[in-house]
């Protein structure tokens, strides 16, 4: 069964940054489109940034300028630089793979990010 940990949430103040990880096992990770989503509390889950096995990537147009998303193929890992982050940025982040070519979604357990002074 495909496993995604997400590592590198927490509490920062507005403008500071942080770097999400996401640890990958169990799979063939260059044979995966890897991505970042968001849910706040009491609103549906949005996406972030998406990354193919290429490297070709795509963002929410809120993220754009920045968030980055990036992949190491050889450590198995996602990563998502988040910089100048505002309170809307609060949320819990999910680390989400499709293998290419499906419709078929996994999902990390989540990590808190809260942006607050």
């Known amino acids: 069964q495909v496993q995604l940990v997400e590592s590198g949430g927490g509490l920062v103040q507005p403008g500071e940054s942080l770097r999400l990880s996401c640890a990958a096992s169990r799979i063939i990770f260059k044979l995966y489109t890897m991505g970042w989503y968001r849910q706040a509390p009491g609103k549906q889950r949005e996406l972030v940034a998406t990354i193919t096995n290429g490297g070709i990537t795509n963002y929410a147009d809120s993220m754009k300028g920045r968030f980055t998303i990036s992949r190491d193929n050889a450590k198995n890992t996602l990563y998502l630089q988040m910089n100048s982050l505002k309170p809307e940025d609060t949320a819990v982040y999910y680390c989400?793979?499709?293998?290419?070519?499906?419709?078929?979604?996994?999902w990390g357990q989540g990590i808190q990010v809260t942006v607050s002074s």
């Open positions: 989400h793979a499709r293998p290419i070519g499906t419709q078929l979604n996994y």
